[in-house]
């Protein structure tokens, strides 16, 4: 569900490097709810103009380790969209249940 930007890095060796490192540190497990790691979390979002800084995008401290579900509802949950809405997988901002 990367979006057409991210594609590149989501494809590095450095990102994928550093996701597996990040699953391996907080051992699989999500941190929302315990559950089984799948994805890693970039707690600030990234964006076209901060995924090529490595302090930003390939930083561990601000990755987190998170399951499927918990991941979708983070991601979804963005404080900066209105309530009732969402980022659609192309950046659109999009109603829920709509
Ligand atoms: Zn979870």
Redesign the pocket.
Known sequence: MAKEWAKSFYKSRAWRQLRAEILRRDMFT??????R?TEVHHEIELTPGNIDDPAIALNPKLLHS??????T?ITQGNSDCAEGYFFNADGQLTPRGG
Request: proline share 0%.
């Open positions: 999500c941190e929302e709810c315990g559950a790691a998170l399951c499927h579900d918990c991941h509802a």
